[in-house]
């Protein structure tokens, strides 16, 4: 949600003066920009710079990145952030990486080049060949194994993909020439040293995400790169999300240890010190990520969620979650502003929304490109239902805001089924979490609280987090929640009855929207 960026800074954005050492860098290497941030010992917001990189779409469905641009640009933000903190290398006592997840690169080894633009995520060039490895068994072929569907989100068929595309790439990658990395690699591989010494690893957040990772034993899966024709040589060695890699070798972070690697999401979890079984956050932007911590065992979904590793601190046991994610949330307020103009901002939708009791009876399910968890129906399009001469553009503004929090609740009900675990309550971050009536609704529909943190930058703060463990800069996971400040909580305020009716109303809702496109194929 573009315009409430300016939410996301937050209180504990650097007012305090700098010069109380020593520092925390962590470098969020995202979707659309790469940003560095210090942090302090107190887990406030020193300095941050930020610099987007290009979106390339050669085809509809295919979305790439120049992975040179962005190693370009982290290395420019780093040094920024450092110089606007007014510290130098010497001040800063380890570096922590978090990413985008899922995008998919392969490099030279000698050169450091990369052999083809980076997939990302989004890109869905490899659905007929993810089909196509389903065989007979479909989408849940290695879900055993790696807690994933099999779907063009992960990393593992998008290696195949280039290794079938580019020419000459898969004989070079069986002669041990090339390597694999998600975007956590590629920056600690050149931040390393690249051609002359980079490491190169991955930690187990992201290496879950490949769909080439065994959850038991936490090594890539052998029979599962066979049968995806995947050359073990080019992956990285899979490590902890809290140790330290190597040493930066040059910039103004050059001596400083590498300590620690978290895909964005789980980054969140950990910045939320959700660190006990049943502790879960919840990231609103865009989209929105909802990850439960379910402790030391995976715990397999039957009700639509993926299982990954929460995270893994050195040599101690690995956490691992479950998470569901809601496709449109954020962009649908978006939707309301720039392709129907009833609101002129983000911001302006909570004025309209409250302008008005309840919802006049109207239901938005918004699902634009089908719907995700806890259903997985690609048939399904987007539905206003119950609409009558009485609803006005503030009782679909007020639908709007239903619509996320009552997502949220379906996947908070499929985390409780999978799990056994009750919800104890919902730490919040994302743009949107500035908008109020959101988060009151927020806890009305999950009939639990719902906090807010006072930094609401969770993602590089988790990532500091575990590089500053690594290195002994924070003693404990028990630190870091002493670290933790809430900005605001919201507590239930609606009738079970009146709960248990919209609900009610809002599942008849998301029926009307399956089915709408008859033939898939």
Known sequence: MTDTQDYTSGPGAASHGHGHGPFIASIDQGTTSSRCIVFDRDGRIVAVDQKEHEQIFPKPGWVEHDAAEIWTNVQEVVDRAIAKA??????????GITNQRETTLLWDKATGEPVHNALVWQDTRTDALCKELGRNVGSDRFRRE??????????????????????????RAEAGEILFGTMDSWVIWNLTGGPHGGVHVTDVTNASRTMLMNLATLDWDERILTSMEIPAAVLPTIRSSAEVYGTAAAGALAGVPVASALGDQQAALFGQTCFDKGEAKSTYGTGTFLLMNTGDAPVNSYNGLLTTVGYRIGDQAPVYALEGSI?????????????????????????????????????????????????????????IAGLTRYVTKAHIARAVLEATAWQTREIVDAMTKDSGVELTALKVDGGMTSNNLLMQTLSDFLDAPVVRPMVAETTALGAAYAAGLAVGFWPDTDALRANWRRAAEWTPRMEADVRDREYKNWLKAVERSMGWIEDEE
């Open 86 to 95: 007014g510290i130098t290398g010497a001040d800063v006592k380890a570096i």
């Open 146 to 171: 790696t807690g994933l569907p099999l779907a063009s989100y992960f990393a593992g068929p998008k290696i195949r993909w280039l290794l079938d595309h580019v020419d000459g790439l898969r004989e």
């Open 327 to 383: 496709a449109v949330t954020g962009s649908l307020v978006q939707w309301m502003r720039d392709q129907m103009g009833l609101i002129k901002s983000a911001a302006e939708i909570e004025t309209l929304a409250s302008s008005v009791e309840d919802n006049g009876g109207a239901y938005f399910v918004p699902a634009f490109s089908g719907l995700f968890a806890p259903y997985w129906r690609a048939d399904a399009r987007g539905v």
